[in-house]
């Protein structure tokens, strides 16, 4: 049995395989969208009204984005909140599959 979020194997049953990490969330919002539009994380803060530690903390992985961020970043960037929460959701998914691997590999799937 093999649970995948679109491309990524999280969890394969029938292999001890290091799954592929998912990127973090701030990684994405650092450098495919800040530095290649030459914005700062407190013009950032500035333009969606948000103090500059939340983009901060963000970038560093010390924060997860909220749907408040998210409906702000898609605002600003012209995305949809969908795709930031999509980011965080699968970097959650990979870091906890990775984390709990053995655990989750001993769950006997239900025969019903």
């Known amino acids: 049995m093999t649970i995948?979020?679109?491309?990524?194997?999280?969890i394969?049953?029938?292999?001890?395989?290091?799954?592929?990490?998912?990127?973090?969330?701030?990684?994405?919002?650092?450098?495919?969208?800040?530095?290649?539009a030459r914005i700062t994380q407190r013009g950032?803060?500035?333009?969606?009204?948000?103090?500059?530690i939340r983009i901060s903390e963000i970038i560093r992985g010390k924060r997860a984005i909220s749907a408040d961020t998210a409906l702000r970043l898609a605002a600003f960037f012209s995305?949809?909140?969908?795709?930031?929460?999509?980011l965080q959701t699968n970097w959650e998914l990979s870091r906890t599959a990775h984390a709990h691997r053995e655990?989750?590999?001993?769950?006997?799937?239900h025969k019903g």
């Open 4 to 10: 995948t979020d679109s491309s990524r194997t999280l």
């Open 12 to 36: 394969h049953r029938d292999r001890q395989q290091p799954m592929a990490a998912a990127a973090a969330p701030g990684d994405i919002l650092l450098k495919d969208f800040l530095r290649p």
């Open 44 to 52: 950032l803060a500035r333009a969606i009204d948000v103090p500059p």
């Open 79 to 86: 995305t949809t909140p969908q795709f930031w929460l999509s």
């Open 103 to 109: 655990t989750y590999a001993r769950i006997q799937p």
